[in-house]
C-alpha cells in the first residue's frame, strides 16, 4: 500500500482502494497507530509497509543490520 500522484493504491498495479481493497487499508492503519499512536508520516508509512511484505529471511537480515548499528552506516 502506498500513496501515488496524491492518492492510496493497494498494490504495484495501481490499484485504487475501494469496498474490495479497504480491509488491507484498515489493517495498515491499526498497525500504525499500535506503533506510531497519532504521530504517522509517510516516512513511517511506507517503512511499515515494506516492513509488513519481508520474508523471514529478510526480516532476519534486516534485525542483524539494525542491531548491529549498520544503519548510520547505510544512510
Do not use: C
Not at 7 to 36: C, Q
Amino acid at each position: 500500500m502506498k500513496i501515488v500522484n496524491g492518492r492510496w493504491v493497494v498494490d504495484d498495479n495501481l490499484t485504487p482502494i475501494d469496498e474490495r481493497t479497504s480491509a488491507a487499508f484498515v489493517e495498515l492503519g491499526e498497525k500504525l497507530k499500535s506503533v506510531y499512536g497519532k504521530n504517522i508520516t509517510h516516512d513511517r508509512i511506507k517503512l511499515m509497509t515494506q516492513l509488513d511484505s519481508l520474508t523471514d529471511s529478510d526480516e532476519r537480515a534486516l534485525s542483524r543490520v539494525i542491531e548491529e548499528g549498520l544503519v548510520n552506516k547505510i544512510a
